[in-house]
């Protein structure tokens, strides 16, 4: 086997080439996903980011870390909604217009969806999204509401956060 590679230098030297260039692709994909990001678009907005206000439905509070971006419909006994897994207030669109009716509907876009935004400029990401700071943030969020207590629906990782703050409310 020695022989053969000594004998065909060009296919040795083609394979050394092309783990090279494998390599070099592998790393600049690894830059690309990990290291390498783009500015955010915000020239977007959705048909129904602009029908809620249109309806003054939409509200923004500071909270804590948070810039928290929620939608308030009706009144009475106060239901705090909370989406989960990268959604936003829009999951949850049909449930308010069911609840308005009958309920204070509170639906708060998670931090890190939605429109919820860090109210730093330069956030230390690592301290800001834990659960702690987001849970301080969604406590802060009920105390300037003043809502002492009310029921709360999550969904997927709003789950913990739900659960911290019936724990807290309760």
């Not at 109210?119 to 659960?131: D, E, G, Q, V, W």
Request: proline content about 6%; glycine content about 6%.
């Amino acid at each position: 086997m020695k022989h053969f590679w000594l004998e065909h230098r060009w296919l040795r030297r083609t394979i050394y080439s092309f783990v090279a260039l494998l390599s070099l692709c592998l790393v600049a994909l690894l830059f690309v996903a990990y290291i390498y990001m783009p500015p955010e678009d915000h020239t977007h907005v959705p048909a129904y980011l602009i029908q809620i206000q249109e309806q003054h439905l939409d509200h923004y509070i500071d909270a804590g870390n948070f810039h928290l971006h929620y939608l308030h419909e009706g009144s009475g006994e106060p239901v705090v909604l909370m989406p989960g897994g990268g959604a936003w207030i829009y999951e949850f669109r049909s449930i308010a217009a069911a609840l308005a009716p009958h309920y204070s509907v509170y639906i708060i876009d998670p931090p890190g969806d939605g429109y919820t935004t860090p109210t730093a400029k330069n956030p230390n990401f690592t301290t800001i999204y834990t659960l702690d700071s987001i849970d301080q943030s969604l406590l802060t969020f009920m105390n300037k509401l003043h809502i002492p207590r009310g029921r709360i629906r999550r969904e997927f990782l709003g789950r913990w956060h739900g659960s911290v703050l019936y724990r807290e409310t309760s």
